[in-house]
């Protein structure tokens, strides 16, 4: 049996889930989420608590009961706390700014890199160094991230770039003096 397919979801008060057919609609403070699941699992919700239990051993059955459960479990979270990934700028001249809702990198290029806010996600730049990408669609939230962190990633010698608050860059030495 899954260790996580078989734990039970908590669903805090102010949050809604509907099960219809295959889909899940979760409804809570900070927005609506839903998702597709397999059409053989099965979703029960008995109280305050949610349960995802398949019919059988198969490979596909095994490998979507976890899946489902932690998709639910995000979805859960993220329309009642949110999610927040943060990033840091590292490196001379290396700014953002917030203009309007889209974001202006400068990166070391010859142009400023814009980038634009995707529905759903919400941009906050405390200081000129660091970016809180916020949302409550939790794969969207990381997906923007990387974005981010992909318009100029960390380099090994410097330590340069774009990386994520906490990240550690594995540094590398330069050339070798005779």
């Known amino acids: ?27 809570g403070p900070k927005g609506t989420l839903e998702q597709d699941i397999y059409e053989k699992l099965t979703i029960s919700i008995e109280g305050n ?6 019919p059988d051993d198969e490979r596909e059955s095994r490998a979507r009961h976890g899946l489902t459960r932690a ?3 995000n979805m859960v979270v993220g329309v009642s706390e949110g999610y927040t990934k ?19 990198l400068s990166l070391g290029y010859s142009h400023p890199v814009v980038m634009e806010q995707p529905e759903g996600i919400t941009f906050e730049v ?8 916020k949302g409550i669609n ?26 994520y608050v906490g990240e550690h860059i594995r540094r ?6 005779k």
């Open 86 to 104: 943060g990033l840091e700028l590292a490196g001379v001249g290396y700014r953002v700014q917030l203009k309007g809702t889209n974001l202006e």
């Open 71 to 73: 998709l639910i479990y």
């Open 138 to 163: 939790k794969q969207q939230v990381g997906q923007i991230a990387a974005e981010i962190r992909g318009k100029r990633p960390p380099e090994p010698y410097k330590g340069k770039g774009i990386h």
């Open 1 to 27: 049996m899954s260790r996580i397919g078989k734990k039970p979801v908590q669903i805090p008060a102010g949050v809604d889930v509907t099960v219809d057919g295959n889909k899940v609609i979760v409804k």
């Open 49 to 54: 608590e949610l349960t995802v239990a398949r």
């Open 126 to 133: 405390p200081d000129n160094t660091h970016i809180n990408v």
């Open 172 to 177: 590398k030495l330069g050339k070798a003096a």
